[in-house]
Antibody, heavy 122, light 107 residues
Framework: QLQLQESGPGLVKPSETLSLTCTVS??????????WGWIRQPPGKGLEWIGS???????YYNPSLKSRVTISVDTSKNQFSLKLSSVTAADTAVYYC??????????????WGQGTMVTVSS | EIVMTQSPATLSVSPGERATLSCRAS??????LAWYQQKPGQAPRLLIY???TRATGIPARFSGSGSGTEFTLTISSLQSEDFAVYYC?????????FGPGTKVDIK
């Protein structure tokens, strides 16, 4: 059974870089038809797609965050990572990693990690 | 950017009753729409993709319909475990946006 688990600091200072890693277990990150995505949810608010990556390293980002986001993949560790630079309080959120099904009939996030809360504060 | 809206914001329903949730896109997304369920403290769960196809393991009481700009999620007979927030999400040309959600609570 495929599982995803986010890890990283729960507290980041303003203007610094938020770094998170998602570890995939129970399956290979190199599977075809799947991208791997990051989605966030500010407290009490809705969901925002941050970006997605294929195992080959091909990436797609939300234009609203593109200038600050880098997503990378390490197939040897079955992990993918998120870096968000120059963070502010507005970046405080629960960050989820998820498997992104990308086919001719769908682009949806079908397996999610439990999420990790990241607070931006000095 | 395609903006998604959902109505109502809150829907109060008695167990066993039918719930109908609406989602509207600011421009056509064809059938490129998914629905998710989220319970407090949990990650979202994929219910429907392609506007009407149930994801693996999703009970038949959940159904989706619509295309273009108007979509509906119907829960035919609400069970206690269905009280949650429901989000729609469009996928179009590598930009994915979610609606603000509809909270389904107990009447």
């Amino acid at each position: 059974q495929l599982q995803l688990q986010e890890s990283g600091p729960g507290l980041v200072k303003p203007s610094e870089t938020l770094s998170l890693t998602c570890t995939v277990s129970g399956g290979s990150i190199s599977s075809s038809s799947y991208y791997w995505g990051w989605i966030r949810q500010p407290p009490g608010k809705g969901l925002e797609w941050i970006g997605s990556i294929y195992y080959s390293g091909s990436t797609y980002y939300n234009p609203s965050l593109k200038s600050r986001v880098t997503i990378s993949v390490d197939t040897s560790k079955n992990q993918f990572s998120l870096k968000l630079s120059s963070v502010t309080a507005a970046d405080t959120a629960v960050y989820y990693c998820a498997r992104h099904v990308h086919t001719v009939v769908t682009d949806a996030f079908d397996i999610w990690g439990q999420g990790t809360m990241v607070t931006v504060s000095s | 950017e395609i903006v998604m809206t959902q109505s109502p914001a809150t829907l109060s329903v008695s167990p066993g009753e039918r719930a109908t949730l609406s989602c509207r896109a600011s421009q056509s997304v064809s059938s490129n729409l998914a629905w998710y369920q989220q319970k407090p403290g949990q990650a979202p769960r994929l219910l429907i993709y392609g506007a009407s196809t149930r994801a693996t393991g999703i009970p038949a009481r959940f159904s989706g319909s619509g295309s273009g700009t108007e979509f509906t999620l119907t829960i035919s007979s609400l069970q206690s475990e269905d009280f949650a927030v429901y989000y729609c999400q469009q996928y179009n040309n590598w930009l994915f946006t979610f609606g603000p959600g509809t909270k389904v609570d107990i009447k």
